[in-house]
């Protein structure tokens, strides 16, 4: 019985989020333009744009491997014609998932073209690499407060979170899984 407890109380949860579900996260998160997350520019910009589109996610040796389209242009607008450079291609992130803040960010980022290469898409990959490190920040400790303590479920029951911490994140075969601790108090 002494035994028993010495042994501190285990408190952290998995959370298997399955790839099919991050995709249509990130869909509803960041891809909010007609399927598109604009990277330069918006929708009206006729000869100054870049948006990724259609993501698709799956593990690759421990990080996160994100296929999307990308569209751009980089050009000026010359009597109703847009004179410069663009392209569109897939690109390939390569990223490692970190919790900092109340945030899933990602670390690491790289970005490449598969299938083809040259001096513009050369150009966008390193510029994408440094805004998706930079700029992605998925609210993950207000959307988990938000989902536990939703009054809408169990109205008779109103909850509280409190404690939240990631203490792990790490991508499976299938899945991002997230190592959470929390304290949740009904009333």
Same mark, same amino acid.
């Given at each position: 019985m002494l035994a028993? %407890?010495?042994?501190?109380?285990?408190?952290?949860? @998995?959370?298997?989020?399955?790839?099919?579900?991050? @995709?249509?996260?990130?869909? @509803?998160?960041?891809?909010?333009?007609?399927?598109?997350?604009?990277? /330069?520019?918006?929708?009206?910009?006729?000869?100054?744009?870049?948006?990724?589109e259609r993501p698709r996610i799956e593990g690759a040796g421990g990080r996160l491997r994100i296929r999307a389209r990308f569209?751009? /242009? %980089? %050009?000026?607008?010359?009597?109703?014609?847009?004179?410069?450079?663009g392209d569109a291609f897939e690109a390939t992130i390569l990223a490692t998932p970190q919790y900092r803040d109340g945030f899933l960010t990602l670390a690491g980022v790289t970005v490449t073209s598969e299938a083809r290469t040259g001096y513009y898409i050369r150009r966008v990959c390193a510029a994408l690499a440094a805004s998706l490190g930079h700029d992605f920040r998925f609210?993950?400790?207000a959307d988990f407060q938000?989902?536990? @303590?939703?009054?809408?479920?169990?109205p008779a029951y109103p909850r509280g979170l409190k404690d939240f911490r990631v203490n792990e994140v790490r991508v499976t075969g299938d899945a991002l899984v997230l190592v959470v601790d929390f304290q949740l108090t009904v009333k």
């Open positions: 028993a %407890s010495l042994i501190p109380a285990a408190r952290a949860v @998995e959370v298997h989020i399955q790839f099919g579900a991050l @995709e249509r996260l990130l869909a @509803e998160a960041v891809f909010t333009q007609d399927g598109r997350k604009y990277v /330069r520019g918006t929708q009206a910009d006729k000869c100054n744009f870049a948006y990724l569209t751009g /242009r %980089s %050009s000026l607008d010359m009597f109703g014609k847009c004179v410069g450079l609210p993950l400790a938000q989902a536990l @303590e939703n009054p809408a479920i169990l």
